[in-house]
């Protein structure tokens, strides 16, 4: 039997979410890439004393992790202080878990890590809120959100 907090909840739809995720992702990818590319811009400049092909190469491999360290630290931090990321703010989406209550620091890391699954199988992971009745993508009926 569903409570009543589970009943009131409403679903977004795709289309606000992709919106959502689209602002969060352009933001996180900006500063990312802003601090990998620092060292080939460094490398870059005239009066630089680095290395031109070590600094390209440190850019190529820092900004990945840059990606993924600011991406479970963003994900993680607005997920757990109301459930709201910026691009979630404007869309008007809160993420709770499935019972209505608010996400924790285990469950946003779950969902934060197997949201990589999703993208990893060829983004059919999110691809399965289209067609999923409570419009729930993979890494949501993992973490349960």
Do not use: Q
Request: aromatic share 10%; glycine share 8%.
């Amino acid at each position: 039997m569903m409570s009543e907090m589970e009943t009131s909840l409403s679903f977004a739809c795709f289309a606000s979410r992709a919106v959502a995720r689209l602002v969060d992702e352009v933001m996180l990818l900006t500063v990312a890439g802003f601090v990998g590319l620092t060292p080939a811009r460094m490398a870059l400049s005239p009066h630089s004393d680095f290395v031109g092909l070590d600094s390209v190469i440190t850019a190529l491999i820092v900004t990945p992790l840059a990606y993924l360290l600011l991406s479970c630290l963003y994900y993680t931090y607005f997920h757990c202080r109301g459930g709201y990321t910026i691009g979630k703010r404007l869309m008007g989406i809160r993420l709770v878990k499935r019972n209505g209550e608010d996400v924790d620091v285990v469950v946003a890391l779950d969902r934060w890590a197997m949201t990589g699954l999703s993208a990893l199988l060829l983004f059919s992971g999110f691809l399965m809120a289209l067609w999923d009745s409570e419009r729930c993508a993979l890494h949501d009926r993992i973490a349960g959100t």
